[in-house]
């Protein structure tokens, strides 16, 4: 069992209709036929969202996203129209808003892997694979690759896992042509978004990205971009391969969660626990320095 420890309702406000409340993300729709994204400071960890919010967060993954997108722009276009409020909406939606047009979305996690760790770890150290690619000997945790891969998952329900599945499965889902463009692309904006984080001390381990087509029939960036929610950064002068290393992102609450401090058995049926103040602080300053090491600019 998981899910929403418990499903906050969603936000009305007049001229937007509801459609999903995700992990992270309230999707509306306008009456313009844009969607209208709110990030917000919602906390995910083990397939459950939590009790508790980490301040500012929303703000940071929309932040980041926006700056990325900016970064980006020559490689893939992106979804995003404007960030002004909609008429009506609360104050509170203010730098964690997005209206963006609508895509028809690939159903595809397009994940990108500098580095080894996490799902392509654990595939790794079986079948010294990961969605089928051969890797080589000898490889650990944190290894860097031999040359980056596009490791694809399948998306999952809020609650379950994304499933990592082979490129010929991509083709089969998507047609040839797609899984070519979405492979092509992945790896380009990879790799652009690596060698930014690199000037910035930071390695860009692993990335998910979400595409889909617009009414043109092009292929466009959605949801979010290289933030620490989707993405795995760590500091580049503490990198050690062999080890877990530290990251800028929810690691905190993570290891607080299997930590005896939190009595939680996260195989069990019983939901998380609410986050002591301290690891909220924690993780909200972690978020915070990622996106003033990234952008260069100070978090107000």
């Avoid at 420890?5 to 009456?31: A, N």
């Avoid at 979405?182 to 060698?195: E, F």
């Avoid at 292929?219 to 971009?225: F, I, K, Q, R, Y």
């Avoid at 993405?231 to 005896?260: H, I, M, N």
């Amino acid at each position: 069992m998981s899910g929403f420890v418990e499903k906050p309702e969603p936000v009305q406000v007049p001229g937007l209709v509801h459609l999903h409340t995700g992990k992270v993300r309230d999707l509306y729709s306008d009456g313009d036929g844009n969607l209208v994204m709110v990030a917000s400071d919602r906390m995910s960890a083990y397939d459950w969202v939590l009790p508790t919010e980490i301040p500012d967060k929303g703000r940071v993954l929309t932040q980041l996203s926006l700056w990325w997108f900016d970064q980006l722009r020559d490689l893939v276009p992106n979804h995003v129209i404007g960030t002004d409020l909609p008429a009506g909406a609360p104050a509170d939606w203010a730098g964690r808003t997005l209206v963006c047009k609508s895509l028809d979305m690939v159903p595809v996690e397009c994940v990108a892997r500098g580095y080894l760790t996490g799902s392509g770890l654990a595939e790794y150290e079986k079948t010294r694979t990961v969605c089928g690619l051969a890797l080589p000997e000898g490889l650990v945790d944190g290894s860097e690759l031999p040359a980056p891969i596009f490791t694809p998952a399948a998306k999952a329900a809020v609650g379950e896992h994304d499933e990592n599945v082979s490129y010929e499965e991509v083709a089969r889902t998507t047609g040839a042509e797609t899984a070519a463009l979405l492979r092509q692309t992945t790896l380009a904006v990879y790799g652009r978004a690596r060698d930014i984080a690199r000037e910035r001390g930071i390695i860009l381990a692993d990335t998910k990205f979400e595409f889909g087509f617009d009414g043109d029939g092009t292929l466009v960036a959605g949801d979010e971009v290289l933030t620490p929610d989707s993405s795995r950064f760590w500091p580049a002068d503490q990198w050690e391969p062999g080890r877990a290393q530290p990251s800028y992102d929810k690691q905190f609450v993570r290891d607080w969660l299997t930590s005896p401090a939190s009595g939680w058995d996260r195989r069990g049926e019983l939901p998380p626990p609410a986050l002591p103040q301290e690891v909220v602080e924690q993780t909200s300053a972690k978020y915070i320095e990622a996106y003033e090491r990234l952008t260069g600019l100070a978090w107000t």
